[in-house]
């Protein structure tokens, strides 16, 4: 699913929402999230899951056309990590096959 179609499911949804609404909701946010993880902080949704962000050292990697060595600077990455509820629900249908 990519973001115009949550937008569209959640205004199917809410049919006393406009359209550009709920895309200005999703945006915000998203947008919050976003700015939130790049001050540091960890965004925890209860019973979906907790974004948070992972330090990456710096390495030696490999450039994988030409085999040579090229330094790769330390970075910031996003992690998510799913919530007990959400892990439940995604294989409820698991456990029942």
Same mark, same amino acid.
């Given at each position: $699913?990519?973001? /115009? %179609?949550? +937008? ?9 929402? !406009? ?6 909701? +999703? ?8 700015? #939130?993880? /790049?001050?540091?902080?960890?965004? %925890?949704?209860?019973?979906?899951? #907790?974004?948070?962000? &992972? ?12 085999? #040579? ?5 330390? &970075?910031? +990455? ?5 919530? &007990?509820? $959400? ?6 249908? !698991?456990?029942?096959?």
């Amino acid at each position: $699913m990519i973001k /115009s %179609e949550l +937008v569209q499911r959640i205004a199917d949804r809410n049919p006393h929402l !406009y359209l550009r609404d709920v895309e200005k909701i +999703v945006n915000a946010i998203l947008d919050e999230i976003t700015r #939130a993880l /790049s001050r540091g902080d960890r965004v %925890e949704l209860r019973g979906f899951g #907790a974004f948070s962000v &992972k330090r990456r050292d710096a390495r030696l990697g490999r450039n994988p056309r030409t085999g #040579a060595h090229v330094p790769v600077e330390e &970075k910031s +990455v996003p992690f998510f990590k799913t919530g &007990k509820e $959400m892990r439940e629900r995604l294989n409820e249908g !698991y456990l029942a096959e």
